[in-house]
Every structure is written in structure tokens, then in C-alpha cells.
């Protein structure tokens, strides 16, 4: 029995692969581009990539590895979740408060050790909690951060937070069979409460100032952002790549066969006795904790997060990444996150020229949302398959 | 043969209108039963109800040896214990293959931790092929769906069916659609299920009916109006009036 255990696996690694070819493919990807920006990285290479792009292109990762999560949820499993965003916002703020926290002990440590008598932990603590909590008029530490100097705690929360909040959430959302549009309300709802509670000055996370630093890693202070930029871009790189094998594995086999079931008419499901709740119960709350962990990686190279980052928009724009790149297909959800969310960066950061059209000045910055919208609406009329849909059609031409 | 599932006293009413009736009707193990009726009799109801995706105002549904409650479970549970329903309207996965339409059917474990884990048993591939071969679809298990005939679909169906390894199947109007053969097949397919378990077939067409050879139910306004043969029941007076009269 053991034996047939350890001989199984590989047969089902090899049936992956030869099942998705674009795994591999993917793979192979995205390692030349890892490798490719390291090398062109002003930290570990040559310095033709700006330390700021890098970070940008980091930050895109951890959009795509969220984007394959909305995939797996929207384009496999049929629930248009408007609201996962809110799961990786909470990822952001539960890495955040480490980095908050540990880092300000340190500068505190520092300027206490000057004096005659060395400090004690109360005294410390108390000077922490005042430099964190000045800016929402507070001095104390709020009960949630009681535990904000520990790493392995605050890993935990990255994954534990977005995946209970997920459970209970989808729990009561999925057993009243609540599905379709009136799901994707629920969800937007849940990411809008979410968002107006954290901008409260008294729920303990500093209300619309949000946490800032982040880009100062504890332990690591020393080191340049160049340096720092490209670990976090290579942390990404690999959570990206795990993250796509996951959901690849998830999607490949019987179960993947279940959930597109579910999203094509869950109450026939029902009938071949599969508990059509207990499934999208699981994707949701595994495509929610992948989320968190995404987050967790993005705002540490962001610097900041604040409850803005969860408002509906942003899980609006999630959906239509995938919808452009193509639904039921994770790599079709990579390139649309990646496109859209690096022209958008392009367009609205100032780096494209504006267009003089002699009567009119085409600002892009004007006419990016436009843009976008018009480009959902079309894709949507004319490719319902989105841009990987493209790739459908050049194999077939083949 | 004993009783499997023993239907009494039923009655549902939507807005007003009582599309079952005090509905008493009782199946055997092994038995092929024929349901027929005139449209609105309650018939695709009386389905929904034994499956679980209606609840009864009233009367009791009771399984099997141990009288399980069915009304107290929920649809998917309804299906673990042993009852396959094929919907009028062929319901199969579109845009999956033949072969992952009669996998997801089989007798496995249906938790999503199991199913993750899940690969083909040499069991199951036999079972698959065995399956195939029973519904004439041998040669197209890698295709989709979607892209088989309208009876090919029906007997897709019918196997997913014979895949969750029923105690009772529930089919509602099998030959709809059908090419003569097709039909012959269809009837050759659930006399030969019947054998071993309970069948129960809603059907419109009198011929069909008459090769199932069968003790038949005549269901009107949501109530039986006569059971026995068919030559029984089609001499049956009120039967020619509300059904075979028209």
C-alpha cells in the first residue's frame, strides 16, 4: 500500500504537466523573467531597472498570484466574488503591523539606550505604542497589536485572518444558497464594511493614515532598498510560481471537473451527491487565503496601505483583469492582471506622453478609466474569451 | 421484493395551486415501474419531492430497510443514499468529455478533500469502460459533451446514472427525442437496470411504454387514478377519460 503511495506521485506530477503544457511553459516564463530583472536590477546587476520599477514589477506579481486566486473562484467555480480584495488588504495589514511595530522598536531601543538607566519593557512598549498611535490622538496599544512584535504570530494572521473571515463569511452566504448577482452584492458589501470600518481612527489599525514604513524591513534596516527591492521581487516570483502549481494541481483533476460542474449548473451536482456548499466553501476560502498571502507581499514594496486599498473599485478591477485575460484559464488571469495593471501604472503615472491633437490634449491620466472601461465593454461584447481566448484561436489556426 | 421507497399522503401547493394531492405511491426492489400522466399531473413534482429539491406541506417520504426520513435531507445526501435522477431535459456537462462526465458520476467518495486526492483506480477505469460500452459510447469518451447527438446525450445520462451505482433511479422521459433504435436501446438499458434495483420511468409514449413491460401508475391532478398492466389500466374508464381519450 505504501509502496503504491510513493510511486503514485510522480505519475500524477508527469500528468500535470502533460495535461497543462502551459504550466511548464509558465514556469519557464516567469523564471527568465526573474532572472532577467536580477540581472538588470540596480541591487544585484547591472542598473538598468530603476529600484522603483523593480519594486513595481513585484507589486505586479503579487496582482497576477491574487488574479489566478479570482480565477480559480470566478472563471472555475462560477462565484463572481467582488470582494477579494478585502482579503488581501487584511493579508497587507497583518504583515504591516510586524513591520510597524518591530521596526519603531528598534529606532525607540536606539534613542532610549542613551540614557543612564537602560529602559524596561513597559517603558518601551509605552514610547512604541505613543510613536505608532499619536497620529489617531492615542497613546495605547489597541489589544490586537498585543502580540504585533512577534513574526511568527503575525505570519500566522496573514493566513489565518482572510481565511476565518473567508469561512464564515462564505459559511453563511453559501448555505442560504445566495448565488449569482446577489452573491457578487454580498461580497461588495462585505469588502465596503470592511473598508468604512478601517477608516475609523479607533479600530487599532490608525484609521485613513493606514501603515506607513513599510518598506523598512525589521532586522534589515541597513540595507538598501535596491538590495531589499529585489528579495521581495524574488519572494513574489516564488509565490507566484507555488501559487500557479496549486491552483494548476486544484483545477486539473476531478475536483477541477466538480467545480466547473458546480459553475455550469450546481443543482445537477447536487443530484450526483456532492455537497455542492462544502465546495465553493473551500475554493473560496483557499482563494482567500492565497489572497492574504499576496497581500502580505505587495505592501511591504508598496510602503503603505491604507483602508483605500479595499474599497469595492479595487475587487471591481480584479474581476476585470480576468475578464480581459480570459476566464478559466490561470495564465489567461496573468496576463490580464499584468497588462492592465502596468499600462494603467504606465498611463497614470505620468510616463506615457500626452497625445496634442491640435483641438483637443489627450491626458492620459484623464482618459486611462475611459479607456479601460471601453476596453471591458468591448472584450466583453466581442471576446468573451478575453485575451488568452487569443491563444485558443492561433493553436487551432496551427 | 420488498418496498425501497414508500411515498404516503403527500401534498404540496404552489400559489395556490395543488400540484400534489394526497399522493400514495409505493416502489420495489427490484421493480421497473412506468409513471405515466397527462401534463400538470404532478409527475416531474412527485421527483422533485423524492429527490429533495421540493418540500412536501405534508405526508411522508420513508427509505429503505431502516425507514430514513428523506425529507429531513438535503438533496446531495438524498443522492449518496441511492437514489439517481435523470432529468427530462438531458442535463450533462457541456463543456467537460464523456470520460470526466461518467468519472465525477462514480461510486467515490464525494468529500472535497477526497476528490482533490482523487485518481482513476484501476477499478474505476474499468468501470468507466464497462459503462461506456453499456451506453454506445465507447468511442467518444475524450469528447466534449456537448458536441454529441441529443440521444447520445440522453444515454450519457442514463450512464452517469448506472455510475453512482443507484438502488433507485428516477427517469424522467428517457426516449424523448429519440430515433426509434435509440429507443430500443433505451428500453434494453433499463430492463436490464431493473433487474437489480428499483427503476422508475416517466414517459408519454404509449410504445415505449408497452416494451417496458411494466406495471404502470397513472398519476392525475397530483394523485394515482389507477395502477396495475397496462391493458389493466388502459381499460380503466376514468383513465381513457383524463388521458387516453384526449
Known amino acids: ?398 | 421484493m420488498t418496498t425501497l421507497l414508500e411515498v404516503s399522503g403527500v401534498s404540496v401547493t404552489f400559489d395556490g395551486f395543488r400540484a400534489i394531492n394526497n399522493l400514495s405511491i409505493a416502489i420495489g426492489e427490484p421493480e421497473l415501474r412506468a409513471v405515466i400522466g397527462p401534463n400538470g399531473a404532478g409527475k416531474t413534482t412527485f421527483m422533485d419531492i423524492v429527490t429533495g429539491k421540493t418540500r412536501p406541506d405534508e405526508g411522508r417520504v420513508i427509505w429503505g430497510e431502516r425507514s430514513i426520513d428523506l425529507l429531513k435531507l438535503s438533496e446531495s445526501d438524498i443522492a449518496k443514499i441511492g437514489i439517481g435522477r435523470k432529468f427530462q431535459k438531458p442535463t450533462v456537462f457541456e463543456e467537460q468529455s464523456v470520460r470526466d462526465n461518467l468519472a465525477m458520476a462514480l461510486k467515490n467518495k464525494r468529500g472535497p478533500l477526497s476528490v482533490l486526492t482523487w485518481s482513476a483506480t484501476e477499478h474505476d477505469k474499468t468501470r468507466i469502460l464497462e459503462l461506456a460500452a453499456e451506453i454506445g459510447l465507447s468511442e467518444h469518451l475524450t469528447r466534449r459533451a456537448g458536441d454529441l447527438s441529443h440521444g447520445q446525450k440522453q444515454w450519457l445520462e442514463i450512464g452517469m446514472l448506472l455510475a453512482q451505482d443507484p438502488r433507485l433511479l428516477l427517469v424522467d422521459e428517457p426516449a424523448a427525442g429519440m430515433t426509434p433504435a435509440e429507443r430500443e436501446h433505451t428500453t434494453d438499458l433499463l430492463k436490464r437496470a431493473a433487474r437489480t434495483r428499483a427503476v422508475m420511468v416517466i414517459e408519454h409514449d404509449m410504445e415505449f411504454i408497452r416494451r417496458l413491460e411494466c406495471r404502470v401508475t397513472v398519476l392525475h391532478e397530483g394523485s394515482v387514478l389507477a395502477e396495475g398492466s397496462l391493458d389493466h389500466v388502459t381499460r380503466n374508464s376514468q383513465v381513457i377519460d383524463v388521458y387516453l381519450g384526449r
Open chain 1, 1 to 398: 500500500m505504501e509502496m503504491s503511495r510513493t510511486t503514485a506521485a510522480p505519475v500524477k506530477r508527469r500528468r500535470l504537466f502533460q495535461n497543462n503544457p502551459s504550466v511548464l511553459w509558465f514556469m519557464g516564463q516567469l523564471g527568465l523573467f526573474t532572472l532577467g530583472v536580477t540581472i538588470l536590477s540596480e541591487g544585484f546587476g547591472i542598473g538598468v531597472i530603476s529600484t522603483n520599477l523593480v519594486k513595481i514589477l513585484g507589486m505586479t506579481l503579487c496582482l497576477c498570484l491574487i488574479a489566478i486566486a479570482m480565477d480559480v473562484v470566478w472563471g472555475y467555480c462560477g462565484i463572481l466574488s467582488l470582494g477579494h480584495f478585502a482579503f488581501f488588504g487584511l493579508g497587507g495589514y497583518a504583515i504591516g503591523m510586524w513591520l510597524m511595530y518591530a521596526r519603531t522598536e528598534i529606532v525607540i531601543r536606539e534613542s532610549l539606550a542613551g540614557g543612564t538607566i537602560p529602559p524596561t519593557e513597559r517603558e518601551v512598549s509605552e514610547a512604541v505604542a505613543s510613536q505608532i498611535f499619536s497620529v489617531v490622538g492615542s497613546n495605547e496599544l489597541p489589544l490586537i497589536w498585543t502580540f504585533a512584535g512577534s513574526l511568527p504570530f503575525q505570519l500566522a494572521m496573514v493566513v489565518l485572518v482572510p481565511g476565518l473571515l473567508a469561512l464564515i463569511f462564505g459559511w453563511l452566504a453559501f448555505r442560504s444558497r445566495v448565488t449569482g448577482v446577489y452573491l457578487s452584492i454580498l461580497t461588495q458589501a462585505m469588502t465596503l464594511a470592511l473598508s468604512l470600518y478601517l477608516f475609523q481612527n479607533d479600530t487599532g489599525l490608525r484609521g485613513n493614515n493606514g501603515l506607513s514604513g513599510l518598506q523598512n524591513i525589521p532586522g534589515f534596516l541597513h540595507v538598501p532598498q535596491s538590495v531589499i527591492s529585489v528579495w521581495f521581487f524574488w519572494a513574489s516570483a516564488f509565490a507566484l510560481g507555488a501559487g500557479y502549481l496549486l491552483f494548476a494541481w486544484v483545477v486539473s483533476g476531478k475536483f477541477g471537473s466538480v467545480i466547473r460542474a458546480i459553475r455550469d449548473n450546481e443543482a445537477r451536482v447536487r443530484f450526483l451527491g456532492y455537497n455542492v456548499e462544502g465546495y465553493k466553501l473551500f475554493v473560496f476560502t483557499l482563494t482567500a487565503v492565497i489572497s492574504g498571502i499576496a497581500g502580505a507581499l505587495y505592501y511591504p514594496q508598496a510602503g503603505i496601505i491604507n483602508p483605500s486599498e479595499i474599497a469595492p473599485i479595487a475587487s471591481i478591477y480584479l474581476a476585470v483583469w480576468v475578464a480581459i485575460g480570459g476566464r478559466g484559464r490561470l495564465y489567461g488571469a496573468v496576463i490580464g492582471a499584468a497588462s492592465v495593471s502596468l499600462l494603467s501604472s504606465w498611463l497614470t503615472g505620468g510616463g506615457a506622453p500626452n497625445i496634442d491633437l491640435g483641438f483637443y490634449r489627450i491626458i492620459w491620466t484623464d482618459w486611462w478609466l475611459v479607456m479601460l472601461g471601453l476596453g471591458f465593454v468591448l472584450i466583453t461584447l466581442f471576446f468573451p474569451k478575453g485575451i488568452g481566448g487569443l491563444f485558443d484561436y492561433l493553436v487551432r489556426k496551427q
